[in-house]
């Protein structure tokens, strides 16, 4: 909710042509970087105290012109305790439709989310993760 999704917190590249986004509370660290545009690949991951608690792999690619980056920021922006991993099980706004579903829980688990426009597939993203130690 503070970085990539709220158009904040941008650092620089840690790879070869990544974009790369970080922020930091108190003893944890979140680090976001992924590489590729309209077919991207990217990891989410946690520090608390230096030591790496949580990451997440995600994998995805834009179908048709009537993608918008913006609503997917927003529905990202719109995710909660229930649905902590990208955006929440249902979002909708105008013509545009997010869906997500995900299956295990925090410490281990696999999702898949996409965009509608009208009742045309525009965004598909396979996502999964969980806790390391």
Same mark, same amino acid.
């Given at each position: 909710m503070n970085t990539y999704a709220a158009f904040m917190n941008e650092v620089d590249s840690t790879r070869l042509d990544s974009h790369d986004f970080r922020y930091e509370n108190g003893a944890y660290i979140y680090h976001d970087t992924y590489v590729g545009g309209e077919q991207f690949a990217? @990891? @989410?991951?946690?520090?608390? +105290?230096?030591?790496?608690? &949580?990451?997440? +792999? &995600?994998?995805?690619?834009? =179908?048709?012109? @009537?993608?918008?980056? +913006?609503? =997917?920021?927003d529905a990202l922006r719109h995710a909660n305790r229930k649905m902590p991993y990208r955006g929440p099980e249902y979002y909708e706004d105008g013509e545009y439709c997010y869906k997500c579903s995900v299956h295990g829980d925090f410490t281990w688990f696999q999702g898949y989310e996409e965009i509608y426009w009208k009742d045309e597939k525009v965004y598909e993203c396979y996502f999964h993760g969980g806790t390391t130690r």
């Open positions: 990217g @990891e @989410e991951a946690v520090w608390k +105290n230096g030591k790496s608690v &949580y990451a997440m +792999n &995600y994998m995805g690619r834009v =179908l048709d012109k @009537e993608f918008s980056g +913006n609503f =997917l920021k």
